[in-house]
């Protein structure tokens, strides 16, 4: 009797899933208005960590790659993740695989070289492992962003449901922890009690 709804915001936006009878205005309107910026994340497999030991992560201003971050859960590899949104997705994701690695390692080389040792992370290089999601027509980028003409109300208006038959749920449903994991569970906790609320009197 009831559907909870989680597709991203270009899924709904790329017109792959359409709606009989269609979305009320305001909740139309909302989705026209909220962005999902481009996103590409990548997975790098080292032989030996060349950063320092107490390295979490790091944001890289006017690089190729923004930002990296510690993914390791074993001793025997060392992984390391890229990631980038926006426009640095755009630039990353016109690569080949090959113009993309060195893209990255040149730029980890650069940023982690010693005195005597210029290619730390080339030497160290084992695999890479390459998520696009923009590329993917079920997702169609990251998270939702901030827009100005977007605010509480507008996504408020997305998380509302449909004639207790349709129950709205994901990040960009979610008015104050959007663009957060945080915010998607939180939003289809709250899309269970609504289902739970109009259909348990």
């Given at each position: 009797?009831?559907?909870?709804?989680?597709?991203?915001?270009?899924?709904?936006?790329?017109?792959?899933?359409t709606f009989s009878p269609p979305l009320p205005y305001r909740k139309s309107k909302s989705y026209k208005l909220t962005r999902m910026e481009p996103c590409i994340k990548i997975a790098l497999v080292f032989h030996t960590r060349f950063v320092p030991d107490d390295f979490q992560g790091i944001i890289c201003a006017n690089c190729p790659?923004?930002?990296?971050?510690?993914?390791?859960?074993?001793?025997?590899?060392?992984v390391l993740m890229a990631y980038a949104t926006s426009s640095s997705a755009v630039l990353l994701s016109r690569l080949s695989m090959l113009e993309l690695q060195h893209t990255i390692l040149r730029q980890l080389d650069r940023m982690?070289?010693?005195?005597?040792?210029?290619t730390p992370a080339t030497n160290s290089y084992c695999n890479m492992m390459v998520q696009d999601w923009t590329k993917d027509k079920y997702i169609g980028g990251c998270y939702s962003s901030p827009v100005f003409s977007l605010g509480e109300?507008?996504?408020?208006?997305?998380?509302?449901?449909m004639n207790h038959t349709i129950y709205f749920a994901g990040e960009a449903t979610s008015a104050t922890r959007y663009m957060t994991v945080q915010g998607a569970m939180e939003s289809g906790s709250r899309a269970a009690y609504e289902i739970i609320r109009d259909h348990t009197r």
């Open positions: 009797r009831t559907i909870v709804f989680t597709p991203s915001v270009s899924v709904v936006k790329s017109g792959i899933i790659v923004p930002e990296f971050w510690d993914s390791s859960s074993t001793t025997n590899e060392f982690f070289r010693k005195d005597c040792f210029d109300k507008e996504r408020n208006d997305m998380a509302l449901p």
